[in-house]
């Protein structure tokens, strides 16, 4: 079972675990803080609002992708990766999805290889 996580899989796997502590490192000093958050994400000047608006588009057309390629490949509840990153967040939820993707492509194509007769050690 083991043999499914390529190491393009647990680079993805490691950029989830990066994405959830360093979101979660600023959320919880916000809580902290009583901060405004999303008043912080749109009134703390131009820049803040440019790289909101370019995460929200970002994360909007990965959301989109996450949905459709999960029905793709016949991954079950895709749609909970998108949900999670209002829980988390999407630099959490995205490279997680991405090493679950690979993961079943890798599965795909040991299945394939089996079928055709070939071993993988």
Same mark, same amino acid.
């Given at each position: 079972?083991?043999?499914?996580? +390529?190491?393009?899989? /647990?680079?993805? %796997?490691?950029? #989830?675990? &990066? $994405? ?8 919880? *000093?916000a ?17 803040? +609002?440019?790289?909101? /608006?370019?995460? %929200?588009?970002? #994360?909007? &057309? $990965? ?8 029905? *793709? ?29 690979q993961? &079943? ?8 290889t ?8």
């Open positions: 079972m083991t043999r499914h996580w +390529s190491p393009l899989a /647990v680079v993805y %796997l490691l950029l #989830a675990i &990066a $994405g959830l502590i360093g979101t979660w490192w600023f959320n919880v *000093r809580i902290l803080e009583s901060r405004n958050y999303l008043g912080d994400l749109v009134t703390s000047g131009p820049a803040v +609002s440019s790289i909101t /608006v370019d995460l %929200l588009v970002a #994360a909007t &057309a $990965g959301s989109v992708f996450i949905i459709v390629e999960a029905r *793709r490949l016949g991954m079950r509840f895709g749609w909970l990766y998108v949900v999670g990153a209002g829980l988390t967040a999407f630099a959490f939820t995205f490279p997680l999805f991405l090493a679950m993707r993961r &079943a492509l890798n599965a795909r194509a040991a299945v394939l089996d079928a055709a007769g070939g071993s993988e050690p």
